[in-house]
């Protein structure tokens, strides 16, 4: 497909993504600014300024001034701005010397093969920042000349991560004389469990991110990373009747007929399922660790714990979004010098410390018990090569496809096969010019 089609395909992509696909990456809302050049960093990021991520950037603001005698010029942008005006603004002398930017192929892949962002392997050799980062973190980080993640070059740096596990109601389970599963088998188990006693089971949504990330969990239990590289880096093909793909259709059928799942998933937002947990309506909730700090904050009636998803090798989950360096940037050395900083020891310990997780953290500096645990099991997941990424990232608009034919699944108006079909087909237009 020639260059100038494939870009007006995916900034329509980008709009459409922007407007649903946000929360199905754990993203958070933020920050930005535009003018400066000589010896003042423009910083653009869409973190709060209470998140893990903020406070930690905050500090390395200061210390980057510090250090550097230069400026930091940054004002508050929402993740949608960025989003919608970074491949117009990047490519004008208004472009910031340093933004966050989401990961993924239709987000920094496009921004990578169409020129708007710098190739920064050079400075990741200079100042080892691979040798701080995982091999599935960096897959996130480096792209091929046509923006497919898991290439050759280095397009940005992540320096925080996320997963999907399940949070637990200790307090429901010690009530109902139960244990937190460590296989699969017990947390079915346990499932059944609490469907005997007249509670059902799991938070869910399915009118957004959390079902789908839920029926990719399901997928990734029967698969291998040969799966997961032929799914997300069209590394192979995906059999779309196979037995990864027809045991996550099935299962989550199952999981409505059995009443592990309310009936009116269908209609429920991520939102809504979130409190269900807080407010201790449902003692499980599969979804990510963004959901962390909230819980931390707002889940306080009850003890409450998250581990990976039981019996899994696989996990979904990535890096954290990426300090990317717009190819017209003016100060691209300030901009790595920043990076930097917020690799270091101390800014990752504010990132772990405060329901976040660091990449390249000293452990012996987490003092938060609970955000210990929460990079523990993170850490876990690194060391067996266990992120798999996230069920939409194949395809721009993928996200929306796997809402809709997951509710036509949950609501009975079509079978496993049928949905497995149409989910094949929609991933395949949507990768082709990939492939």
């Known amino acids: 497909m020639a260059r100038t089609t494939r870009r007006t395909k995916t900034l329509a992509a980008l709009a459409a993504l922007t407007a649903t696909g946000i929360a199905l990456s754990g993203c958070t809302a933020g920050s930005g600014d535009e003018g400066g050049g000589g010896d003042t960093l423009k910083l653009w990021h869409y973190e709060g300024a209470d998140s893990a991520m903020g406070k930690a950037w905050a500090e390395a603001i200061a210390i980057f001034e510090e250090e550097t005698g230069a400026k930091v010029e940054f004002e508050e942008k929402s993740f949608e701005q960025i989003q919608k005006t970074a491949s117009q603004v990047l490519d004008t ?50 792209y091929s000349e046509d923006g497919v993640m898991g290439g050759d070059t280095w397009f940005g740096v992540p320096n925080y991560g996320e997963f999907v596990g399940v949070y637990y109601n200790q307090d ?43 029926w990719y969990q399901l997928a990734l239990l029967e698969g291998d990373r040969d799966f997961v590289d032929s799914y997300q880096l069209y590394d192979g093909e995906v059999d779309w009747q196979g037995p990864e793909v027809t045991a996550a ?3 989550l059928q ?30 499980i909730f599969v979804s990510g660790s963004w959901w962390f700090g909230r819980f931390v904050s707002e889940a306080t009636g009850f003890d409450w714990t998250m581990t990976a998803f039981p019996g899994a090798d696989l ?55 609970k955000s210990a645990a929460l990079i523990e099991t993170f850490n ?22 796997i809402v809709q034919e997951l509710q036509g699944l949950i609501t009975g108006t079509q079978d496993a ?9 929609q991933y395949d237009e949507g990768t082709s010019e990939f492939r």
């Open 93 to 142: 002398d208004a472009a910031p010397d340093l933004m966050e930017f989401n990961k993924g192929n239709a987000t920094a892949g496009f921004l990578a093969s169409t020129g708007l962002i710098a190739d920064i392997s050079d400075a990741v050799e200079e100042y080892g920042w691979d040798e701080k980062l995982a091999p599935s973190l960096q897959t996130t980080a480096k």
């Open 172 to 214: 429901a389970f010690a009530a109902a004389g139960l244990e937190i599963p460590t296989t699969y088998e017990e947390f079915v188990d346990v499932l059944d469990a609490f469907v005997a006693q007249g509670v059902t089971p799991l938070a869910e949504a399915g009118a957004e991110y959390p079902l789908g990330q839920l």
């Open 249 to 251: 259709s099935e299962t």
């Open 254 to 283: 199952e999981y409505v007929d059995k009443g592990y799942i309310a009936s009116d998933v269908s209609s429920v937002k991520a939102e809504d399922a979130g409190v269900s947990f807080i407010n201790g309506t449902s003692p």
């Open 315 to 369: 996990s979904l989950g990535s890096s954290g979004n990426l300090w990317v360096v717009p190819e017209n940037a003016a100060n691209k050395e300030l901009a790595y010098e920043f990076i930097d900083i917020t690799m270091r020891p101390e800014i990752q310990a504010i990132i772990g410390n405060n329901g976040g997780l660091p990449v390249a953290a000293d452990t012996a500096d987490i003092t938060d018990e």
């Open 380 to 401: 876990g997941v690194l060391d067996a090569d266990g992120l798999s990424f996230y069920p939409d990232w194949p395809a721009p608009g993928f996200y929306d496809v």
């Open 417 to 425: 096969e049928t949905t497995n079909t149409n989910l094949g087909e």
